[in-house]
């Protein structure tokens, strides 16, 4: 089952999205490179990125983590993906939240409303109590767009996750369920 907004349609991982993942992956390669961690040089191959959907595709099915291409309704063509991982039930019910954008489709509320359909979903469907993301001091983009959902600081997280071999700081955002409370 996938999932649609108003302007774009969230689908699930799958095998036969590859090369619409490896195209974004490629597009985004230097856009992102400042935000992500480092990737292995074979990481930008058709069969890298089969492993990578596979391992999406079993943490889904485990129900350790939930995916999202973000795909404008009018194309054919992921420009955003969304992962909610290390999600934890018992008392603590929580996940982490991590997103991005095609460097050409900024600036146009796609993420806004897809982390909208997809936070609501989330808390809908796994009954989650809380959701937690992490953002580099200088993504301010990113930022806006988890306040904008109701995302509150909560702190930050020192030396939080190496990024291009340089252990980087974080600020920590959450949401909080109000269904859960």
Sequence with gaps: ????????????PDINDAGLLLDYEMRNRE????????????????????????????????????YFYIIP????????????????????????????LDCHELNRGYATEALRHAVMFLFSEYHLHRIEANVMPGNNPSKHVLQKLGFEYEGMSRKYLKINGIWEDHEHYVILNPDVE
């Design 73 to 100: 309704k009018s194309e054919n063509k992921i420009i955003g993906i969304i992962g909610f991982s290390n999600i934890v039930y018992g008392p603590f019910q929580s996940c982490f939240l991590a997103y991005r």
């Design 31 to 66: 856009f992102l490179l400042p935000w992500l961690p480092e990737r292995a040089p074979d990481f930008y191959t058709l069969d890298s990125i089969k492993d990578l959907i596979s391992s999406q595709k079993d943490e889904i099915e485990k129900r350790k983590a939930l």
């Design 1 to 12: 089952m996938n999932h649609a907004t108003e302007r774009l349609r969230l689908k699930y």
